[in-house]
């Protein structure tokens, strides 16, 4: 049930749309479909980022339609009814008769009669809002209704454009409320308990999903779940960027990179922490590490009001490339070799990404062709690398190390708070929690 705060707060939201949509529009939005695993099991439910944004329904087989108009518009919900048969093998429903109460709308009707009212409420409206190629089924069945419409009566009575909706949506959402800040702020607290039990539970033997369990553990104790699928490479996995099998053996001697996120209440968190399995950085793991950390703090010092979006990138390449050069893995001034980007064969990726209800949230990172500035309320991660491979050229005492360090950053009115300070990151703190275990 959302409470009076929610409520208010998501009525907002609707209404901004509303207001930027325009008279004579209409907006239709389809919940996220039920995605089977494999014959009769579904994956986990989870509901359409936007679609939760609008209206905090977070039930299948759903559909909300805006109306702007007089006063604040209208919002209308399509939804299940209360089956008692179908809600004893799969879960309870809120049902048709409680959606206008709990939800806030304006009025609601089964989804099973969609059919029938759906191109009514399209009558008279110039322009569909509707973001087509999301569910092809479902945009098939929009275009039906609307071929239908049209040979039951003047083609003047009808929309006549489909525009999409992700503009303004995303525009609204990559600058968080105050309470969505709240729950990414819990979100990443959460993220740092499970990071903080991976380093104090790692030891040389163990398998990596082990430590992959001890995340999961947290975020399920928490009421949270993982915003993805864990990374956790050991060793030369921690050179591969999207590594997901976790399934080596840690080793005495070795680096474990981890990057995980819990999501809370439909908000994620995004963490990566590396570390050596034995509690103890080598001098060689050491040097790379604090060129990584060294970056990630200048990014960090990068993000402020008034900035632009990729300049916290820029301070952490100026970091990396100069530390490649120290390393005697790159050779030239560091002006060159940033111009030529020597560095991309270690760092391939960019430092951030906006981050929100989806781990690579929505929102423009150019505004035209400019890097856009940032603004109280965005949330981004910062999080440089180097991936040293088994390359030739690389100095041997540095082959196979790779290292991240994420972390999840909201720019505030005078600079910037880091969401993510509760898992260590310095050298002397991550061998102290590790020896403490």
């Not at 309870?92 to 969609?114: C, K, T």
């Not at 309470?179 to 990443?188: P, Q």
């Not at 793991?285 to 060294?294: R, S, T, W």
């Not at 001034?333 to 391939?348: E, G, H, N, S, W």
């Amino acid at each position: 049930m959302l409470t009076k705060t929610q409520a208010a707060e998501l009525k907002r939201r609707r209404r901004s749309l509303m207001r930027a949509m325009g008279d004579g529009a209409i907006a239709i939005l389809p919940a996220a479909p039920v995605a089977t695993r494999n014959r009769d099991s579904d994956y986990a439910y989870r509901q359409d980022s936007n679609f939760y944004y609008l209206s905090g329904f977070d039930e299948p087989e759903s559909l909300m339609v805006l109306i702007p108009g007089r006063k604040a518009g209208e919002f209308i919900m399509f939804c299940r009814e209360k089956d008692p048969l179908q809600e004893t093998w799969h879960g309870r429903r809120l049902g048709v008769e409680a959606a206008p109460d709990e939800l806030g709308a304006d009025d609601a009707f089964p989804i099973a009669d969609i059919d029938d009212i759906l191109p009514g409420l399209m009558e008279g409206r110039k322009h569909v809002y509707h973001t087509l190629g999301k569910d092809q089924a479902f945009d098939a069945q929009l275009l039906g209704w609307l071929q239908h419409a049209r040979s039951t009566r003047s083609a003047g009575d009808d929309p006549d454009s489909f525009i999409s909706l992700d503009y303004h949506l995303h525009e609204m959402r990559v600058h968080k409320s105050r309470s969505e800040v709240s729950l990414m702020r819990k979100a990443a607290k959460i993220t740092a308990a499970g990071l903080t039990t991976a380093m104090r539970e790692c030891q040389a033997g163990m398998k990596e999903y082990e430590l992959e369990a001890c995340l999961i553990h947290e975020y399920t104790r928490s009421g949270a779940c993982h915003a993805f699928l864990p990374i956790v490479g050991s060793g030369e996995n921690g050179c591969i960027l999207h590594y997901t099998e976790n399934n080596s053996t840690l080793t005495d001697g070795d680096l474990v990179l981890i990057d995980t996120g819990a999501e809370h209440k439909f908000y994620a968190g995004d963490i990566t922490r590396t570390f050596p399995v034995t509690g103890k950085f080598s001098k060689a793991q050491a040097d790379v590490y604090n060129i990584v950390l060294k970056a990630n703090l200048a990014g960090i010092a990068a993000v402020k009001p008034g900035n632009h979006w990729n300049d916290s990138h820029d301070a952490a390449v100026q970091v990396l490339t100069q530390g490649l050069r120290e390393l005697g893995i790159l050779k030239g001034t560091v002006k060159k070799l940033i111009k030529d980007q020597a560095f991309r064969p270690y760092y391939m990726h960019r430092t951030g990404h906006w981050l929100g209800s989806d781990v690579h949230d929505v929102g423009e990172y150019r505004v035209d062709t400019n890097w856009r500035l940032l603004e109280p309320g965005m949330v981004l991660t910062v999080e440089p690398g180097l991936y040293l491979g088994n390359d030739k050229s690389i100095p041997k005492q540095y082959r196979n190390i790779g290292i991240r360090i994420e972390d999840d950053v909201v720019v505030t009115k005078d600079g910037c708070e880091v969401l993510s300070d509760d898992v260590p990151k310095q050298i002397d703190e991550i061998q102290a929690l590790m020896a403490n275990a």
